[in-house]
């Protein structure tokens, strides 16, 4: 078998030619690749009358919620917002007197900042940024801290 391409013998020079050559190449094309088409749907033959069919029971498939439970859902999640809520006002004066390496009394901070907006927190948070010890942890905190600033700035 040889693989090595072969000059051409003929120059393609014109659109028309170069339209049949491709017609051509598509007629070879669709005479080479016929198949044979299968029923969509087979046909069972059988002598016992069919029995109702009934659904698998599926253990690991989750059931889908009832009109009942969805219809409780949007109370849940207002009732989940609202201790968020209250969680953090809560949170946001002992934040100080939670005894946690630098990191995560930064990434505590960074929470409060992205649930509140408040641009209070930031210079607590970068107090704590500067606290980090690993300087690639610390670079990523004061980022953190620029991306914020960024943020509050354009939500005036």
């Not at 693989?3 to 014109?14: L, V």
């Not at 491709?22 to 005479?31: C, F, H, I, T």
């Not at 859902?73 to 968020?84: R, T, V, W």
């Not at 409060?112 to 010890?133: E, V, Y």
């Amino acid at each position: 078998m040889d693989i090595q391409p072969q000059a051409a013998t003929q120059s393609i020079s014109d659109d028309q030619e170069l339209a049949k050559v491709l017609a051509g190449v598509s007629q070879q094309a669709d005479e080479t690749l016929q198949f044979e088409e299968t029923p969509a749907t087979p046909t069972i033959v059988s002598s016992q009358p069919a029995a109702p069919a009934e659904p698998a029971a599926d253990p690991v498939a989750p059931s889908l919620p009832t009109p009942t439970a969805a219809a409780s859902m949007p109370a849940a999640d207002s009732n989940l917002e609202g201790i968020k809520k209250d969680a953090l006002t809560e949170l946001r004066p002992l934040v100080d007197k939670l005894d946690l390496a630098p990191d995560e009394k930064f990434d505590t901070y960074l929470l409060l900042i992205r649930s509140t907006d408040d641009k209070a927190l930031i210079a607590p948070a970068h107090a704590a940024a500067q606290a980090i010890p690993d300087e690639t942890r610390r670079a990523q905190a004061l980022l953190d801290i620029i991306k914020e600033i960024d943020y509050l700035s354009a939500q005036k």
